[in-house]
């Protein structure tokens, strides 16, 4: 009886050491059957052996650029084209401001007056110079002055008597005149009277008017006393 108990714990001690060695034969027996997958899921060399291609991603990232390339090109053409406009703009507006206005011109008409105060003569083709009468029947004598001196000037000029091609002032056309003679003393006689109203501040009177007047009839008339 006892060795039939030795012998069985002897069998049952030699079975778990003898089943040590055989969990490594089964493994090798599991892994080289085909029906079990071996590789991992994020296995690289799995991933690059796949061959199938994305057709979706590669369809739509050239479509994707085309369109970015399309809304620059329609942002540049939009922005050149209201530049261009802006420029036409402003080219209009120009010369707008500079073309004579019908208040501007009809400004022009009065005797312009150079740096010195004196009347400057209107050069050819200019507009006809007021009426001094106008200005004396509103009493504003030193202006019906100033438009009799400059419309005599404008009489020497259309009788060639002056080369008025240019602005001259009164001095100026004074100068270009005999001093002696009788349409000299009568433009003298003119620019001393529009002198003392610009020059001196003196308001002129019905007086002064007439003596202008009179100097211009000699100036139209050719000199003759």
Not at 15 to 41: F, G
Not at 105 to 115: H, I, K, L, S, T
Request: proline share 7%; glycine share 10%.
């Amino acid at each position: 009886m006892t060795r039939v108990l030795l012998v069985c714990v002897i069998w049952w001690c030699a079975v778990p050491c003898a089943a040590q060695e055989d969990p490594r034969a089964l493994v090798r027996e599991i892994l080289s059957e085909s029906k079990y997958q071996t590789d991992l899921p994020g296995d690289s060399a799995s991933s690059k052996s796949d061959p199938r291609p994305n057709p979706g991603r590669r369809d739509r990232t050239p479509r994707l650029r085309g369109v970015r390339t399309t809304e620059g090109w329609n942002w540049i053409v939009f922005g050149v084209g209201a530049g261009v406009i802006g420029v036409l703009i402003l080219v209009a507006v120009l010369r707008q401001r500079g073309a004579p206005s019908p208040t501007r011109a009809a400004a022009g008409r009065v005797p312009p007056r150079d740096r010195a105060g004196t009347v400057t003569v209107d050069p050819p083709g200019a507009p006809a110079i007021p009426d001094a009468e106008e200005y004396a029947a509103r009493g504003e004598y030193g202006a019906a002055v100033r438009a009799l001196l400059a419309s005599a000037i404008v009489h020497l000029r259309d009788r060639g008597d002056v080369d008025a091609h240019t602005w001259l002032t009164g001095r100026e056309v004074l100068a270009l005149l005999e001093s002696g003679a009788a349409t000299g003393s009568a433009v003298r006689e003119l620019v001393t009277l529009v002198e003392r109203s610009l020059f001196a501040g003196l308001a002129l009177d019905p007086a002064d008017y007439d003596r202008a007047s009179a100097a211009h009839a000699v100036v139209t008339a050719g000199g003759a006393a």
